[in-house]
């Protein structure tokens, strides 16, 4: 009966051995594992004794293993043949050795069961199984391996894997001579899934089929002579062929044929991306604006030019045929020098055209292969054009792209300029900054298109309304500046520009106004160098954009000591809160119904060592222009947050989020992380915003927003009904409370509109779902209306001023021993 094509499971025989091993022993012995009955296991093991850790000699072995061993697995087996005596492991194929060896050494290593996988091959066709080796004691000898056959048997034809793991395509075909020996067509005996496609035909279609029917382009004098030539000269050749591809365009393919008598192989390369990119290339070279010419690196005879160096050189094709690269020279300067791989340039040198005219070039070689010699590829520069082009590219250094103006760095040198003629002659000079004010308006509602129409038409009318030697140059974005070296009265030419720039322009058919603020700085009083003269005009613009816009300023000492105050105001900041020096103090706010506490607003305070307490009015400003309003944020929420924790569960902690904090797009991140390390419910902090934070980046913002809902905060809108879109806001975002204005609580008891507008507000909150808070509250009166009013929450200096955090615990204290015998009654 043949050979099955399984083994036995691996199951039983690893639980037998294991259940044999007595306590202490790491693996069991010969007889209590073999000895007794293995029942069929007994067909597919073998024993095999070893010697120093290696397999020796096989002992006994099974029918079934005996098979595997000496015959082809495949091939029928007859059980009559008796069990091999013990044999030598070194007089095993080398097929079986090696993985015999393998899995007994592994399992004397390791002291436990180990696998491996066995192949043979026999007449091309790859058998598969593993051998399951168990290792064994026995009494003072060396250790033995019980062997067994386990697992699927697996058969596979191993031509047929080889020929069909390349994408590349593979034919064998037989040759089909006619009666007189000529090869007359080659029969295809076998084709892989790469020669069908690239065929556009199935395996089967292509099995059995003669070549000329397949394909009549293999066919032609040419390709099949080739095969031919293969056949009768026993050897190889290369050649390339086009064949229609399924989508209509040729494949361009490589063909290797070699032969075994009358037996031939074909292996087929698509090629078509090497062919399109060597016509890319010569695309390229062909077409491009600079003269080019390939050149043997030996000879220096050309051996390709380019159109535009036949135009240049004015030779003809043939001309330079004939000639070598030191026939363009006036001078012969012998061979070329050796470059490296890359482009690089070579010394200029003189070159003579054929009128005999002489040009200045430089030359950019490479050396690559070509057609199997090696060449060098030069690329030509005329040194006119290089000098045009250097041209091109000092005036963008220096020029403005839109409007052609002088640049921020040509205005520097200019006023260098200026300044040395000053200190020569003792000739004054006027500095005149530019800033139009309502340019971002155009740019958001018209576009960039539009505005840099304006740009373009505000430097005409600039231009208009000065003279020859003015200087105007932009300085960037919608700022301009202006050097005047003439006897003139600054607020005459300011006003001049200002009138200049009020009139309406002419944009995309549409009616545009917008301002101009100017600040002035004179030489040499405001300064004698460049940078302090750009400095103190941009100070003094600053003072006029503060004024209204429109107007000019011209620049003062108390403007630098305000600079300077404002600067030195800037360091302390910083220092104080390096050194921890600023300061937490908490506002309480009551619930209208009970007067008992809801919570705390934590307020930002500086206590300054020289001016005392700096009112958050000038120093938040700061900290948001300089970038240190997100530090001292982080440190403000994590502060608050961290002291609300210790709070009752009743009390909230409010927090303001400045508009610049939402710049920073991980805002969300940090909220969630300092709660997570204080401690403290997301539900327990309330972040209040002002609506600046909705009218700038609407879009972003909102989702920032949203991000903090999804924690769990609360969030407030701060200084209700003072802004433009107030009640739009309430639309776009689902807001937990709205604190009113203190400008509208204020006037409550003499302005019975602001009363009104309170009651509205209190009536749109309670439609909405939406808390109401009343901040500024001072006096009785006050209080009185708004509890009328249905107010949910006050806030103000009648029930509390702003507190340090001391006396806040106190607070809480008291609050609770007041509630402690109020519950004992109850």
Not at 49 to 71: C, I, M, N, Q, Y
Not at 464 to 471: F, M
Not at 564 to 582: H, K, N, T, V
Request: hydrophobic share 45%.
């Amino acid at each position: 009966m043949p050979i099955e094509n399984t083994g036995v499971s691996s199951t039983p025989l690893i639980e037998r051995w294991q259940a044999a091993r007595r306590p202490g022993e790491d693996i069991p012995s010969y007889e209590a594992v073999v000895l007794g009955n293995l029942g069929r296991h007994a067909d597919y093991a073998a024993l095999v004794a070893t010697r120093e850790g290696k397999p020796d000699e096989v002992l006994w072995s099974g029918a079934r293993f005996l098979a595997w061993l000496h015959r082809d697995p495949g091939a029928p087996y007859r059980d009559e043949s008796p069990a091999m005596p013990r044999f030598a492991v070194a007089g095993l194929s080398e097929d079986i050795r090696q993985p015999l060896c393998e899995v007994v050494e592994r399992a004397l290593t390791l002291r436990e069961p180990a696998r491996t996988r066995c192949d043979r091959v026999h007449d091309g066709i790859v058998t598969s199984i593993e051998f399951l080796g168990l290792p064994l004691t026995r009494q003072a000898d060396s250790p033995l391996v019980l062997l067994s056959l386990v697992g699927t048997q697996s058969r596979y034809d191993l031509v047929k894997a080889m020929f069909g793991a390349t994408d590349q395509g593979m034919l064998a075909l037989s040759t089909i001579r006619s009666g007189d020996g000529w090869v007359s067509d080659f029969k295809i005996m076998a084709a892989n899934e790469g020669a069908a496609r690239l065929l556009g035909r199935s395996i089967a279609d292509l099995q059995w089929q003669r070549l000329t029917r397949v394909s009549a382009r293999l066919s032609q004098d040419d390709a099949f002579g080739r095969l031919i030539g293969v056949i009768a000269s026993e050897g190889r050749d290369v050649f390339e062929v086009s064949l229609p591809g399924a989508d209509g365009r040729d494949l361009h393919l490589k063909i290797e044929a070699g032969c075994i008598g009358d037996l031939l192989a074909l292996t087929f390369v698509d090629v078509g991306d090497l062919k399109a990119r060597e016509a890319s290339a010569r695309l390229l070279f062909e077409n491009n604006p600079l003269p080019m010419w390939l050149t043997d690196r030996h000879t220096h005879r050309f051996l390709a030019v380019n159109d535009a160096a036949l135009a240049h050189y004015g030779h003809s094709l043939e001309r330079f045929y004939s000639m070598t690269l030191t026939d363009l020279e006036p001078v012969a300067t012998g061979a070329s020098p050796v470059v490296d791989e890359l482009y690089g340039p070579d010394a200029p040198r003189t070159h003579l055209r054929a009128d005999g005219s002489r040009i200045e070039v430089t030359l950019y070689d490479r050396i690559l292969d070509f057609h199997g010699r090696s060449a060098m590829l030069t690329a030509v520069i005329d040194v006119t054009e290089r000098r045009r082009a250097e041209a091109r590219i000092a005036h963008m250094a220096h020029y403005d792209a839109l409007t052609d103006l002088p640049n921020r760095v040509l205005f520097r040198a200019r006023l260098g300029e200026a300044i040395a003629r000053q200190e020569r002659t003792g000739t004054g000079a006027l500095v005149l900054f530019l800033d139009l004010d309502h340019f971002k308006t155009v740019n958001d509602t018209l576009g960039h298109s539009a505005g840099d129409e304006l740009l373009c038409g505000v430097t005409k009318r600039l231009a208009a309304c000065l003279e020859r030697g003015d200087l105007i140059a932009r300085m960037g974005g919608d700022e301009f500046a202006i050097l005047v070296q003439r006897a003139v009265s600054a607020r005459s030419l300011s006003a001049h520009l200002i009138e200049a720039m009020s009139r309406p322009f002419a944009i995309q058919g549409q009616e545009v106004r917008v301002g101009v603020s100017i600040g002035v700085a004179r030489l040499p009083e405001d300064g004698t160098d460049p940078d302090r003269l750009l400095r103190n005009a941009d100070l003094a613009l600053y003072g006029a954009k503060g004024a209204g816009r429109n107007t000019h300023h011209c620049f003062t000492l108390a403007m630098e000591a305000e600079v300077q105050a404002r600067r030195a105001l800037e360091q302390d900041l910083r220092a104080a809160f390096a050194a921890g020096d600023l300061e937490l103090h908490y506002q309480p706010v009551l619930l209208v119904g009970s007067g008992r506490l809801a919570g705390f607003e934590a307020l930002l305070r500086w206590r300054h060592p020289e001016r005392g307490f700096i009112s958050p009015a000038e120093f938040v400003p700061m900290a948001e222009e300089t970038g240190l309003i997100d530090p001292i944020g982080e440190w403000v929420l994590r502060t608050a947050c961290a002291e609300a924790a210790s709070w009752p569960r009743s009390l909230r902690v409010a927090v303001n989020l400045s508009p610049v904090q939402f710049r920073n797009r991980t805002l969300a991140e940090t909220v969630g992380r300092v709660l997570a390390e204080t401690g403290l419910a997301p539900d327990r902090l309330e972040l209040e915003i002002t609506e600046t934070v909705l009218l700038a980046e609407n879009a972003a913002n909102l989702a920032a927003l949203h991000r903090l809902r999804s924690l769990g905060t609360r969030i407030a809108m701060d200084d209700f009904g003072t802004g433009y879109s107030s009640l739009g806001y309430l639309r776009s975002f689902p807001f937990d409370r709205i604190k009113i204005d203190r400008s509208f609580v204020s006037e409550m008891e003499t302005e019975t509109q602001a009363a009104a507008i309170v009651r509205a507000i209190v009536d749109l909150g309670a439609s909405l779902g939406i808390l109401t808070t009343a901040e500024g509250i001072e006096t009785e009166g006050q209080f009185q209306h708004l509890r009328a009013a249905g107010c949910d929450e006050v806030q103000g200096f009648l029930f509390g001023r702003p507190m340090p955090v001391e006396r806040v615990r106190r607070l809480i204290a008291e609050e609770a021993a007041e509630a402690a015998p109020a519950r004992r009654a109850v």
